[in-house]
């Protein structure tokens, strides 16, 4: 059975930090490109991060530039997300998603397996 889980989400006050985990079972990341989403209410899922299968490359929506990191474990068959610097706007839920291209779009319909997402919210 395939699964994705998300971790690592919560509450925090802006300027503060998170590390998302995805652990996946069941299957195995090598050869995928990893990306996180995020979809707040009301609004679109959109991409926030993708790094390539061997880790070489990675890709990020220019609002997190410089604030979040990407990275993976192929070992541990487990991508993180790091988050620095929270702002309200990044609220949301999170989720990690595969895709068997080695893409660095946030096209979703690129990505063939998703978790059920970790919710972060970030308030004063």
């Known amino acids: 059975q395939v699964q994705f889980v998300e971790s690592g989400g919560g509450s925090v006050q802006p300027g503060g930090s998170l590390r998302l985990s995805c652990a996946v079972s069941g299957f195995s990341v090598d050869g995928y490109s990893i990306g996180w989403f995020r979809q707040a209410p009301g609004t679109k899922r959109e991409g926030v991060a993708c790094?390539?299968?061997?880790?070489?490359?990675?890709n990020y929506v220019d609002s997190v530039l410089g604030r979040f990191t990407i990275s993976r474990d192929n070992a541990k068959n487990t991508v993180y997300l790091q988050m620095n610097d929270l702002k309200p706007e990044d609220t949301g839920v999170y989720y990690c998603?595969?895709?068997?291209?080695?893409?660095?779009?946030?096209?979703?319909?690129?990505?063939?397996?998703w978790g059920q997402g970790t919710q972060v919210t970030v308030s004063s």
């Open positions: 790094i390539s299968s061997s880790g070489s490359a990675s």
């Open positions: 998603a595969a895709s068997p291209v080695n893409t660095m779009r946030f096209v979703i319909d690129l990505y063939h397996y």
